[in-house]
């Protein structure tokens, strides 16, 4: 079936270190959605990418679509301890459901 | 402000029971899912729906059952609960006018 894999699960960085996750998916993404959970929080939506090649930017979160639509990349600049979270990626299912990654655990370190 | 509201935080039940995990949304959004989060596993879909009394099955439906009778609820129904069944359970609705998931704040459910 298919699968959405995110790399690595686990990041630890010292405070003002860059982060980045990185999501593949086994076949074309119709669009690719971030989501962030804080610690002991749920899920919030953070953006959604639909075009191949795209780039979008949140203050010191950069998004990125690969051109071939099937991968995309999380990268925050100069982490924050508000940083902290499990990041995860999700793709469109053929079923119309969302795919999600196993999601990135970073822990930053004042 | 849309909201995802699920009807216990924490739930501990015995083996065999019955348990149900209800979830409402206030956007009349069509589209509810019902997820299981576990620690290195991420979010695993069990159930969605795209209408009243409409389920779909997601990747891991064994031993769960759900109920759509009215568009705001979408209720998860555990059978008969089993240890393996200790989790955290995560509704949500989709909202189409900005294609995002709604998450309520999860349900941990702990089966002794």
């Known amino acids: 079936g298919q699968q959405v894999m995110q790399i690595p699960q686990y990041q630890h960085v010292q405070e003002g270190e860059d982060f980045t996750t990185y999501c593949n998916s086994s076949?074309?993404?119709?669009?690719i959605q971030w989501y962030k959970q804080r610690p002991g929080g749920h899920p919030v939506f953070l953006i959604q990418?639909?075009?191949?090649?795209e780039v979008k930017k949140q203050k010191r979160l950069t998004f990125q679509f690969g051109e071939a639509k099937k991968n995309s990349s999380l990268h925050i600049t100069a982490t924050q301890t508000t940083d902290v979270g499990t990041y995860f990626c999700?793709?469109?299912?053929?079923?119309?459901?969302?795919?999600f990654g196993k999601g990135t655990k970073l822990s930053v370190k004042p | 402000d849309v909201k995802v509201t699920q009807s216990s935080r924490y739930l501990v039940k015995r083996t065999g029971e019955k348990v149900f995990l209800e979830c409402v949304q206030d956007?009349?959004?069509?589209?509810m899912f019902w997820y299981r989060q576990d620690p290195g596993l991420g979010l695993r879909l069990i159930y969605f729906?795209?209408?009243?009394?409409?389920?779909e099955k997601g990747d891991i439906p064994e031993g769960y059952s759900v109920s759509r009778e009215k568009k705001e609820r979408f209720s998860l129904i555990l059978e008969s609960a089993s240890t393996n069944q200790t989790s955290m359970y995560l509704c949500?609705?989709?909202?189409?006018?900005?294609?995002?998931?709604?998450f309520g704040e999860g349900s941990r459910l702990t089966v002794l």
């Open positions: 956007m009349d959004h069509e589209n």
């Open positions: 949500a609705s989709f909202g189409w006018n900005t294609g995002e998931l709604f």
């Open positions: 990418l639909v075009k191949s090649g």
């Open positions: 999700a793709g469109e299912g053929s079923q119309g459901n969302l795919i």
């Open positions: 729906s795209y209408d009243v009394k409409m389920k």
């Open positions: 076949t074309t993404l119709s669009n």
